[in-house]
C-alpha cells in the first residue's frame, strides 16, 4: 500500500510537469535515477508511476531511449480535480469499467419497462442539459444508477454506492472539462450513453456490456486529451 501512494505522489508529480509545460510535447523526461532521487523513491515505484501514465496515453517509452512526452493534458484538469486525486480518480474508472459493464449485461436480460422508462428520463434531462450549457452529473449519475437497478442484482448497486463520492468526483471532472469543449464533445458523450440504452432496450447483453466499457474507458482517457 505504501508503494502504491508513493508511486501515486510521482505519477502526479510528473504529470503535473508535463501539464505546466516544464516537459514539452516530444521532449524527453529525465532519467529514471534523476527522477528517483527527485522524488525520493526507489525505481520499482518510478515505474509504477511511468507504466500508469504509459496507459492514460500521457507518455510513450523507447526502447533504449528512455520516455518521452506524447500528449499534454490541459490545465483544465487540475482546475477541477482536487489535489492528489487523479491517480485515484483513473482507477475509480477502472472500477466502474468492470463493474457497470457487467451490470449492464445483466441489465439487458433482465431490465422492465419501468427500468427503461428511468433510463429514458434521465437521457432526456441530459439532452436539456447539453441544449442548456448545463453540468448534468446529476442526471448522468441517475442514467448508470438506473442500469445498475435494471441489472436487478443488490450487489452491483452495493458495489457503486460504495464508490459513489469517488465517481461523482470523477464525473464532475470529465463534464466540466467537455463543457471548456465545443458543444460536440457533450453530443459525443451523450451519443455513447444512447448506445448502452439501445443495447439494454434491445435486450442484447454482450453489446450492452462492450457498449458500457467503452463509455467508461473513453471518459478515463477523455481526462487528459490535450
Known amino acids: 500500500m505504501r508503494d502504491r501512494t508513493l508511486s501515486d505522489r510521482a505519477y502526479e508529480n510528473i504529470l503535473a510537469k508535463i501539464v505546466d509545460g516544464d516537459i514539452p510535447v516530444g521532449g524527453k523526461l529525465p532519467t ?40 499534454r493534458p490541459e490545465g483544465a484538469v487540475r482546475d477541477f480535480a482536487p489535489v492528489g486525486s487523479i491517480a485515484d480518480i483513473q482507477r475509480t474508472f477502472e472500477f466502474r469499467a468492470a463493474i457497470e459493464g457487467e451490470a449492464a449485461f445483466f441489465a439487458a436480460q433482465r431490465r422492465t419497462d419501468a427500468d427503461l422508462a428511468e433510463m429514458r428520463s434521465a437521457l432526456e434531462e441530459l439532452d436539456r442539459c447539453i441544449r442548456e450549457g448545463e453540468l448534468g452529473v446529476a442526471a448522468d449519475e441517475a442514467f448508470h444508477v438506473a442500469i445498475c437497478d435494471a441489472a436487478d442484482n443488490k450487489y452491483f448497486a452495493a ?55 467503452n463509455h467508461v474507458e473513453n471518459a478515463r482517457k477523455r481526462i487528459f486529451e490535450g
Do not use: W
Open 32 to 71: 529514471e535515477q534523476d527522477l528517483c532521487n527527485e522524488f525520493g523513491i526507489s525505481r520499482p515505484v518510478l515505474r509504477q508511476a511511468l507504466k500508469q501514465l504509459r496507459e492514460d496515453d500521457v507518455i510513450v517509452s523507447r526502447q533504449g531511449s528512455g520516455s518521452f512526452v506524447k500528449r
Open 159 to 213: 458495489a457503486r454506492s460504495s464508490m459513489q463520492s469517488n465517481i461523482l468526483t470523477g464525473m464532475n471532472l470529465t463534464r466540466n472539462l467537455s463543457l471548456t469543449k465545443p458543444q460536440t464533445r457533450m453530443k459525443l458523450v451523450q451519443s455513447e450513453h444512447y448506445r448502452i440504452f439501445d443495447a439494454i432496450k434491445a435486450a442484447d447483453p454482450e453489446a450492452a456490456r462492450l457498449a458500457m466499457r
